[in-house]
């Protein structure tokens, strides 16, 4: 079954759901439209019933898999076309992604520009699969890596090990082309600009170094601050980078001239009226590079780059946001946090606009479809799930669970060409779904 094939699998839920969760949303409404939700605020728990499928079962979890069986790349099925709202309903599964040797977690990857290629990083390895039809390319050793980027031609993967050591390997062989250190102090805070390759890579002292990757050349030195930078991020159009550090503050900078365009620091005001720096830990550029989503380790918040007032909370409740980010065309911004799970915002106010109820538990992961029209979540012990978004502005949104024999899903990934949906099981396992040919 499919969104809207059965009603239980619609889930009508309203903007004051969002609003009873939350005392800071309520601020940015009407002091009459404040007593109205105050009032639907009663009715919750009867809203909140139309919100639950009605057949248990369709809630009951699948079982633990503790270890993953071992699949023959042979019974792999290439991607027939982009997953739409139109073919949804023939997703299936396609394949399975193994590791040869010891099998343990890909905690993280990297896709090839044009998603044709996955490279994981496990416990020990660097591993390469190809995406179309599900072989395994290459292993070789993950070198103490913690971070992976494809290059914008395909031709190189770069892993940068904790040390500050980034190596860049042959993407079709493993094999080690050159290394170089990027940062004296650094901090394992990095920023990856795919279509430049350039990495920006903070430091314990404050700077941060922005980097042409292929050219083995550090472009500039931007001073931040005096405390250890937290957070970084590139604009979509590679223009600008967004720094953050212990303080709170985070910074806006026309990275080649060195620019600073704006500056906020993020507090907590105490009720003596002294402040306590949140320290941000996540940022991401709006598409239009005009907002930055951060989250901090107590909030989140929107923030409207060169305007007065211009923070806004997007938090339903206090605490760090497991996902942070823009729908693709920048119309939303998912946030939420573990026990409160996710919730949708307005990606150009902040507004609410939707809570994704059955979002809550450890290790949340969020993607949306390269068209906007999609969400898939995953929560470790729990559920794989899509969400359909067209309708989520009347207050309406469908959602249809992926059948994952797995209790231990922690990462979920959208390709960019919207072929597959990757999901990633803590045991080691990378399962494909999408579009089987007719």
Same mark, same amino acid.
């Given at each position: 079954?499919?969104?809207?094939?059965?009603?239980?699998?619609?889930?009508?839920?309203?903007?004051?759901?969002?609003?009873?969760?939350? #005392?800071?949303?309520?601020?940015?409404?009407?002091?009459?439209?404040?007593?109205?939700?105050?009032?639907?605020?009663?009715?919750?728990?009867?809203?909140?019933?139309?919100?639950?499928?009605?057949?248990?079962?369709?809630?009951?979890?699948?079982?633990?898999?503790?270890?993953?069986?071992?699949?023959?790349?042979?019974?792999?099925?290439?991607?027939?076309?982009?997953?739409?709202?139109?073919?949804?309903p023939r997703i299936?599964?396609? $394949?399975?992604?193994?590791?040869?040797?010891?099998?343990? *977690?890909?905690?993280?990857?990297?896709?090839?520009?044009?998603?044709?290629?996955?490279?994981?990083?496990?416990?020990?390895?660097?591993?390469?699969?190809?995406?179309?039809?599900?072989?395994?390319?290459?292993?070789?050793?993950?070198?103490?890596?913690?971070?992976?980027?494809?290059?914008?031609?395909?031709?190189?993967?770069?892993?940068?090990?904790?040390?500050?050591?980034?190596?860049?390997?042959?993407?079709?062989?493993?094999?080690?082309?050159?290394?170089?250190? @990027?940062?004296?102090?650094?901090?394992?805070?990095?920023?990856?600009?795919?279509?430049?390759?350039?990495?920006?890579?903070?430091?314990?002292? $404050?700077?941060?170094?922005?980097?042409?990757?292929?050219?083995?050349?550090?472009?500039?030195?931007?001073?931040?601050?005096?405390?250890?930078? *937290?957070?970084?991020?590139?604009?979509?159009?590679?223009?600008?980078?967004?720094?953050? &550090?212990?303080?709170?503050? @985070?910074?806006?900078?026309?990275?080649?001239?060195?620019?600073?365009?704006?500056? @906020?620091?993020?507090?907590?005001?105490?009720?003596?009226?002294?402040? *306590?720096?949140?320290?941000?830990?996540?940022?991401?550029?709006?598409?239009?590079?005009?907002?930055?989503?951060?989250?901090?380790d107590r909030d989140?918040?929107?923030?409207?780059? #060169?305007?007065? &007032?211009?923070?806004?909370?997007?938090?339903?409740?206090? $605490?760090?946001?497991?996902?942070?980010?823009?729908?693709?065309? #920048?119309?939303?911004?998912?946030?939420?946090?573990?026990?409160?799970?996710?919730?949708?915002?307005?990606?150009?106010?902040?507004?609410?606009?939707?809570?994704?109820?059955?979002?809550?538990?450890?290790?949340?992961?969020?993607?949306?479809?390269?068209?906007?029209?999609?969400?898939?979540?995953?929560?470790?012990?729990?559920?794989?799930?899509?969400? &359909?978004?067209?309708?989520?502005?009347?207050?309406?949104?469908?959602?249809?669970?992926i059948p994952i024999?797995?209790?231990?899903?922690?990462?979920?990934?959208?390709?960019?060409?919207?072929?597959?949906?990757?999901?990633?099981?803590?045991?080691?396992?990378?399962?494909?779904?999408?579009?089987?040919?007719?």
């Amino acid at each position: 079954m499919w969104f809207g094939a059965n009603p239980r699998f619609w889930r009508v839920c309203s903007e004051y759901q969002l609003i009873c969760s939350s #005392g800071v949303v309520t601020a940015l409404m009407s002091k009459r439209r404040f007593f109205t939700a105050a009032i639907l605020c009663i009715l919750t728990a009867g809203i909140a019933a139309a919100c639950t499928p009605e057949n248990p079962q369709d809630n009951a979890p699948p079982p633990i898999i503790d270890s993953p069986s071992q699949s023959d790349a042979s019974n792999w099925v290439e991607a027939s076309a982009p997953i739409t709202l139109d073919n949804v309903p023939r997703i299936a599964a396609l $394949g399975q992604l193994d590791q040869p040797d010891e099998i343990t *977690t890909i905690f993280t990857y990297a896709l090839s520009p044009d998603a044709t290629v996955l490279v994981g990083l496990n416990n020990a390895e660097t591993l390469a699969w190809d995406l179309i039809d599900g072989s395994l390319m290459f292993t070789t050793s993950r070198a103490d890596a913690s971070r992976a980027y494809f290059s914008s031609d395909k031709t190189a993967v770069f892993i940068l090990s904790s040390d500050g050591t980034l190596r860049a390997l042959s993407s079709d062989t493993g094999g080690e082309m050159f290394n170089f250190a @990027v940062h004296p102090t650094y901090n394992e805070t990095t920023a990856f600009d795919p279509e430049m390759d350039r990495l920006a890579v903070g430091g314990m002292d $404050g700077t941060v170094k922005i980097w042409d990757l292929f050219g083995r050349e550090s472009l500039v030195t931007i001073d931040v601050g005096d405390t250890a930078i *937290t957070a970084l991020a590139f604009s979509l159009d590679g223009t600008r980078v967004a720094a953050a &550090n212990e303080t709170g503050d @985070v910074s806006v900078w026309e990275w080649e001239t060195l620019t600073e365009i704006d500056r @906020v620091r993020n507090v907590l005001i105490n009720v003596d009226g002294s402040t *306590t720096p949140l320290v941000p830990l996540q940022l991401r550029f709006h598409p239009t590079g005009e907002h930055l989503a951060i989250a901090t380790d107590r909030d989140t918040r929107l923030w409207h780059i #060169g305007m007065e &007032n211009a923070v806004v909370r997007i938090s339903v409740t206090e $605490g760090l946001s497991p996902v942070l980010l823009f729908s693709p065309d #920048g119309s939303f911004v998912v946030s939420g946090t573990t026990d409160a799970g996710l919730a949708l915002w307005d990606g150009e106010t902040g507004a609410p606009v939707i809570r994704l109820f059955d979002t809550t538990g450890r290790r949340i992961s969020a993607d949306f479809s390269p068209d906007g029209r999609m969400l898939v979540t995953s929560i470790f012990d729990g559920s794989v799930t899509l969400w &359909n978004l067209s309708d989520v502005r009347e207050q309406s949104i469908g959602t249809s669970r992926i059948p994952i024999n797995s209790r231990s899903i922690f990462d979920v990934e959208w390709t960019d060409d919207g072929r597959l949906i990757l999901i990633f099981d803590g045991n080691g396992a990378v399962y494909a779904w999408g579009i089987p040919p007719s």
